[in-house]
């Protein structure tokens, strides 16, 4: 339509950003014909998504109507132009006539068409703010930590509304679990543990699950059980280590999968036997899709992009406790709780933007230590916001670690306590500790 032109734009180096006037013209046309559309599409590219000031204007008017509890047809959308005084500004009432007489129906296709102009407007405003970064890359020096993260947050925020509505139907819903049941059974990641798979049916797509014990207790030995149980189930695993070097971790599964004794691989003194069965092991896990990030302080925006380079299945972060601002703050603007609340809603938000379950390790509070107690879900509650945000909570337990006077038999007993699950039961499981080979096994029934 040539009398359909936009009221201003906003060329960057001389160029004219993203648009498509004609399906814009097209959407508009077809809420003004079959009003009952109009809320869907309006809910899809509001107002502001419009590169035409004329369409603006046009989307605003019909919006109005809309909040008035009246339907907008091409009457209803000429009279509120008339009443705001805006009637001129768009060229007349032929403008309108011409925009009902000179566009396609689409109304069948509305959220296809109403979907483009949003998306078109998304990548006018993404255009726009990278612009504004890549200035402050030639400018004063920015403090890069802080700069990165706001770079992230810019693309993260298109990025999420590019994919779609946060707002949906129940029959989207509904369809929605109808799939997941249907979806084949291996799309959730094993833990390698029968019955804890059992109870919880594996690592849950989007779900942020925490793994607690105190220090000493084997929390990095049963994660690193679950990174090799499924990588070896065809997952991608990302392990995320800020206090343990690869070097250590690689062993440690090793040692887990050959049945050969840590120390002996430490101070050399494998046999002939055990040598053969540690580098058949090493061969094996090194078939396996296990990606490690073993810097030391490693922060969110650090994460994300690890996941962005490596599509994992899985990501696994020992400990949340390590983590550090990627802003650069220190620690004595904040205090320790929030920096922990907020790393954790970090991680879910990470599992919920990807769809990718995430495990974080975390220390539970030191006076589980006292009377040897068993942790429970409260000694989280200090850690910032961690049990809130958690769609998982499971915490390790070794009643014999605290007497030295133990027996063999209570040293090897060992609990995991499926303390929250998000739509799931809770309850105890029965584990056995092998100290030797840093490795949890199922406690044999009795």
């Not at 309006?42 to 004329?54: K, R, T, V, W």
């Not at 030639?138 to 890069?144: E, I, L, R, T």
């Not at 810019?154 to 819903?173: K, Y």
Request: net charge neutral; hydrophobic share 45%.
């Amino acid at each position: 339509m040539n009398n359909v032109i936009p009221l201003r734009a906003t060329p960057i180096d001389g160029k004219v950003p993203a648009h498509d006037e004609a399906t814009e013209a097209a959407t508009l046309s077809a809420c003004m014909n079959v009003p009952t559309i109009a809320a869907q599409a309006m809910s899809i590219a509001g107002p502001d998504d419009y590169y035409s000031g004329l369409h603006r204007e046009i989307a605003k008017a019909i919006v109005a109507v809309l909040e008035a509890g009246q339907a907008p047809s091409p009457g209803a959308v000429m009279i509120r132009l008339r009443e705001t005084g805006r009637m001129s500004i768009v060229g007349g009432e032929r403008v309108i006539v011409d925009l009902m007489n000179d566009t396609p129906a689409v109304q069948s296709m509305i959220h296809r068409y109403a979907g483009k102009v949003r998306d078109l407007a998304q990548l006018r405003r993404l255009g726009t703010t990278l612009h504004g970064l890549l200035a402050e890359c030639y400018g004063s020096q920015p403090d890069v930590p802080a700069f990165l993260a706001r770079v992230d947050a810019a693309v993260g925020e298109v990025t999420r509304r590019l994919d779609g509505q946060a707002v949906v139907g129940v029959l989207e819903a509904t369809k929605a679990v109808a799939r997941a049941l249907d979806a084949p059974k291996h799309r959730l990641v094993t833990t390698g543990f029968p019955s804890l798979d059992a109870m919880t049916q594996g690592f849950e797509p989007s779900a942020l699950y925490i793994l607690g014990a105190r220090t000493g207790m084997g929390k990095t030995a049963m994660a690193m059980q679950f990174v090799a149980a499924a990588a070896e189930a065809g997952n991608r695993v990302l392990v995320v280590s800020m206090e343990m070097p690869k070097t250590q971790i690689v062993r440690r599964m090793i040692c887990s999968r050959s049945g050969v004794a840590l120390q002996h691989v430490k101070d050399r003194s494998m046999s002939p036997a055990a040598y053969s069965r540690f580098t058949l092991a090493a061969s094996d896990i090194a078939s396996m899709p296990i990606f490690i990030a073993d810097k030391p302080g490693q922060t969110l925006l650090e994460i994300k992009s690890a996941v962005r380079a490596h599509k994992p299945d899985l990501v696994v972060v020992d400990h949340i406790g390590l983590l550090r601002p990627a802003d650069g703050s220190q620690a004595s603007k904040r205090s320790r709780e929030q920096e922990v609340g907020e790393f954790s809603w970090g991680l879910k938000a990470l599992a919920l933007e990807t769809t990718i379950p995430v495990l974080a390790l975390c220390q539970v509070g030191r006076d589980v230590a006292k009377g040897a107690r068993r942790p429970a879900l409260s000694d989280l509650r200090e850690s910032g916001s961690i049990e809130q945000n958690a769609d998982g909570v499971w915490l390790i337990h070794r009643p014999g670690y605290y007497d030295a006077k133990a027996s063999p038999e209570v040293k090897r007993e060992a609990e995991l306590l499926v303390a929250k699950q998000r739509d799931g039961e809770t309850g105890l499981l029965a584990l056995e500790w092998e100290s030797m080979f840093a490795v949890f096994r199922e406690a044999a029934a009795s």
